[in-house]
């Protein structure tokens, strides 16, 4: 975990919901969870379907309100800001859907969806908040003509554009971007990997940047977290993450990353289901699945531990496994 002078803070984060209502019966979708983003840094979070990725998202936005644990803004605790402090939170960070078609309104008119954060948060006067919509258009590389058209008239890949400029009009500091090219052909995706890397460095925006896939993350990431069943198992450097993952489930994610060679080998997939969240499994969440399983991950669940490279003193490399413990 990184310190200090963070933009986002997430301690100890926990989601519950109640499963069909229920009061006893509650489903446990982000245990514990902690990790900072820095300003204009780029955090890559991955994990399995169900890992508890937008449940996570959610909570840091307060949209779903976390069970316990803390999410910090610049120092500030996001539970305890009120009126204008959270007006103000709100239009500092935005979130990108997974979905531009379920989070763009079908009968609103591109001008129309991006007009609306702006009036919201009463940002600049009424006849300047075309013009605003507009730069945000050019910022993601689309004509002013997108403005009168609807959502349904775009390719998926203008879209995902859109939603990115609906997000970057109000010039947050933080964009939660949740999944938004997993479902895309591989050269939108690339074009899209490459706006994100281009706003982070023009703008200085910071991204937490959600996707099931390692190999999108590698392009991107300056920081990695890996979730599995609502625990965040390993975090790291991006660059330390990929060439020395510690954890069994990252090295297992890294092997399924395709590589263009054939010659590399197979890759090594996981084997198993992921086991349910409303009955997780006992001691390490991950040992029903680890190939390198030991007595006592059955029965404990490992603590967070750092991992120093020789002569490092500190590292922000941690990995909740009993292979690294002490
Ligand atoms: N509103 C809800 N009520 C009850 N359970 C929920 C709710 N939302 C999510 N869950 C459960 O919480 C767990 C985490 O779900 P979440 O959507 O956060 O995962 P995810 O990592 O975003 O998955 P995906 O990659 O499929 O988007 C899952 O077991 C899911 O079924
Ligand atoms: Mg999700």
């Known amino acids: 975990m990184q310190t200090d002078s963070a933009l986002l803070s997430v301690r100890e984060l926990v989601v519950r919901y109640r499963v069909n209502g229920s009061r006893r019966e509650l489903l446990t979708a982000v245990n514990g969870v902690s990790f900072d983003i820095h300003a204009g840094s780029i955090f890559g979070l991955v994990g399995e379907s169900g890992s508890g990725k937008t449940s996570l998202a959610h909570s840091i936005m307060q949209l779903t309100l ?12 996001l539970a305890h800001m009120k009126g204008s402090d959270l007006k103000k ?3 500092n960070i935005q979130l990108a859907f997974q979905d531009p078609l379920a989070s763009l309104s079908p009968r609103r008119s591109i001008q129309q969806s991006l007009i609306e954060p702006l009036d919201h948060f009463r940002i600049d006067a009424p006849e300047q908040r ?3 919509a507009c730069r945000a258009l050019e910022t993601v590389g689309l004509e002013a003509d997108v403005l009168l058209r609807f959502p349904h008239e775009l390719s998926g ?20 971007a949740d999944e938004s ?3 895309m052909d591989v050269s939108v995706q690339a074009r899209i990997i490459e706006l994100i890397l281009n ?3 023009q703008l200085g925006i910071a991204f937490l940047f959600i996707a099931h896939d390692l190999a999108v993350i590698q392009q991107l ?4 977290g890996v979730m599995y069943l609502g625990k965040m198992i390993e975090i790291a450097p991006a660059d330390r993450l990929f060439r020395q993952a510690a954890h069994p489930y990252t090295r297992a994610l890294l092997e399924a990353v395709p590589v263009p ?3 590399h080998g197979k890759p090594v997939a996981l084997q198993g289901e992921v086991p349910s969240a409303l009955t997780p499994p006992a001691g390490c969440v991950f040992h029903t699945r680890c190939p390198r399983v030991e007595d006592r991950c059955r029965v404990l669940d490992p603590l967070s531990n750092q991992i120093n490279e020789s002569g490092e003193k500190r590292t922000s490399h941690h990995v909740k496994c009993h292979l690294w413990n002490p």
């Not at 976390?66 to 605790?77: D, L, R």
């Open 66 to 77: 976390p069970t316990s644990g803390e999410v910090q803004f610049h120092g500030k605790n």
């Open 89 to 91: 939170m709100r239009r």
């Open 130 to 132: 075309r013009a605003r």
């Open 157 to 176: 890949g203008q879209r995902q554009r859109v939603a990115l400029a609906r997000a970057l009009v109000t010039e947050p500091e933080l964009i939660i």
């Open 181 to 183: 090219v997993s479902s």
């Open 199 to 201: 706003l982070r460095q």
């Open 221 to 224: 990431a300056d920081h990695v």
């Open 261 to 263: 060679d054939p010659a």
